[in-house]
């Protein structure tokens, strides 16, 4: 018996007439569609991985754009505003800084985690342990904090002057007789109903653990608990992690500032978590009293990050 024609339309010598046959068959089968899907799904994952890591090779350099012109923004318009508002005693003024340090969060990739909330009542003895300049932006970016900065900070573009325009409190460091101004300024914010916050390891370090605390950060508190006017003694432990895993963001050591804040950029997606623990009692206890328990409390809290 002569093969069937498997197509009327198409001429075909009966020698090929098996061959054209099988031919057609497969191209119209399930398996070749199904190794045609296959093909294009590999160039479309191809495709899409390009792409995406075109997208990763571009957000470092967004980044840093967004951070200048946020910074620029900033100069421009929030700091003559905020100079007023500290000025006239305005309360956009912790608006503008709570606010500021989230737009500069988002521009770093940083995403801040709170975990608990900072106890009451006002006002607040804030102690943590310091991994890095970002650890100030990222607390500011919750509370209106005060915070206690070496003097090199107040000279820093920009940032030095958004420092002081909150409050800042700036010591010279090393030096004995800047102490007892030091201490108090920190009283005075304290005694004004401001939330002060303080790094008594006195450094920043890779954050894996809290370096001891230095207790003469602890002085206006115990003055002032003398004086039965002691504010809550708050400890908060901060980390940052990836995610998935703990991440080292600390800026410390011999390290420059603008290679540790490229390297930042080029990470992106980083997240500073913040814990806040109980209110530590004060009454009856020295400086070196207040500096052990507290760091003791901070390595618990950093533990459970």
Not at 17 to 37: I, R, V
Not at 168 to 180: C, I, L, N
């Amino acid at each position: 018996m002569a093969p069937s024609n498997c197509s009327a339309e198409i001429p075909v010598r009966p020698e090929y007439q098996n061959s054209f046959c099988a031919d057609a068959a497969y191209l119209t089968s399930p398996s070749f569609n199904a190794t045609q899907n296959a093909s294009e799904g590999v160039l479309e994952n191809r495709h899409t991985f390009v792409l995406r890591a075109r997208h990763l090779r571009a957000m470092p350099y967004l980044r840093a754009l967004a951070f200048a012109f946020t910074l620029a923004g900033a100069f421009v318009f929030l700091v003559p505003l905020q100079a007023l508002a500290r000025r006239r005693g305005w309360p956009i003024q912790h608006v503008i800084q709570t606010r500021f340090c989230r737009a500069v969060c988002a521009v770093l990739g940083i995403k801040v985690d709170a975990h608990g909330a900072l106890p009451s009542p006002a006002p607040r003895f804030v102690v943590a342990n310091h991994v890095s300049w970002t650890d100030i932006i990222a607390l500011a970016s919750l509370y209106p904090f005060v915070f206690l900065a070496k003097s090199d900070v107040a000279s820093w573009p920009v940032l030095g002057l958004l420092a002081r325009l909150q409050g800042t409190v700036f010591v010279e460091r090393g030096s004995k007789q800047d102490v007892a101004r030091v201490n108090d300024a920190l009283a005075d914010v304290l005694r004004a109903g401001g939330d002060l916050v303080v790094f008594p390891e006195g450094t920043s370090s890779d954050g894996a653990d809290v370096l001891p605390f230095r207790s003469a950060h602890f002085a206006p508190l115990e003055a002032m608990t003398a004086h039965g006017e002691a504010p809550t003694l708050a400890p908060v432990a901060i980390a940052y992690s990836d995610g998935a895993r703990k991440i080292d963001v600390g800026w410390y050591g011999d390290m420059t500032f603008l290679p540790h804040l490229w390297s930042l950029m080029k990470r992106g997606d980083a997240q500073c978590h913040v814990a806040f623990g109980a209110p530590i009692e004060t009454t009856g206890k020295d400086r070196k009293t207040l500096a052990t328990e507290t760091r003791a409390c901070v390595q618990k809290l950093l533990t459970s990050l």
